[in-house]
């Protein structure tokens, strides 16, 4: 399972929709999860996981090419443009992004019904804007946290530790993150990740005043 959280420079994606949540689907519940990146959210998603197996993940589509070890199906539904932009055209998608030219990610009406037909409530490991798209559409059916670091100062820390990016790249994240975190009242309850074992227990408490089924 693959976050949908992107690495584009700009603040908001090129271009994204979302619909209204069909009248015909089933009712089910849906946990979203959202942060900026370097926020801690991989991490306490995977102990929330480990913890609640009522839970289950969507996995994202996207038309971008796999990486690595990336499965079809496993990690996303990979898609080509051409395929993608046609079922946009068809309705199958409950929200999608055009983050670059040509590269979309989305989520499919489809994967969230095999998973509520499972029993299970599903969840989104899915970057700020999707996220909000999402509680946009389902309202009271969705829970939607916000993963928010203490400051953007410590965010700046926690991205130059990985070591992995430039100083212009951590700057764009930082941008990105300023725009992010005033999206956080759109959001249910905001988790601020100042301490994993704390931001675990608040979110834990959370999730099961909204579905006891996940535990």
């Not at 590269?103 to 029993?119: I, K, N, P, Q």
Request: one cysteine or more.
């Amino acid at each position: 399972k693959k976050s949908r959280n992107k690495s584009s420079t700009s603040c908001k994606p090129a271009t994204s929709n979302q619909q209204l949540a069909p009248s015909d689907m089933s009712p089910g519940q849906l946990l979203i999860l959202s942060a900026p990146s370097g926020a801690g959210k991989t991490t306490l998603v995977r102990r929330l996981m480990a913890q609640l197996p009522g839970l289950a993940f969507s996995i994202s589509a996207t038309t971008r090419a796999p990486r690595g070890s990336e499965e079809d199906e496993v990690d996303y539904h990979f898609l080509t443009t051409e395929d993608f932009r046609a079922r946009i055209d068809r309705g199958e998608f409950l929200e999608w992004e055009e983050v670059y030219p040509g590269r979309y990610y989305g989520t499919l009406r489809s994967e969230v019904e095999r998973l509520w037909a499972e029993g299970k409530v599903v969840a989104f490991d899915i970057d700020v804007v999707g996220g909000r798209n999402l509680k946009q559409q389902f309202g009271d059916r969705a829970l939607a946290l916000f993963v928010a670091p203490p400051s953007l100062e410590v965010l700046g820390q926690r991205l130059r530790g990985r070591g992995t990016e430039t100083e212009d790249q951590i700057a764009q994240r930082l941008t990105k993150a300023e725009w992010e975190l005033a999206q956080a009242p759109d959001f249910d309850r905001v988790v601020v990740n100042d301490d994993l074992d704390r931001a675990e227990s608040e979110a834990l408490a959370a999730i099961l005043a909204f579905a006891p089924s996940c535990a």
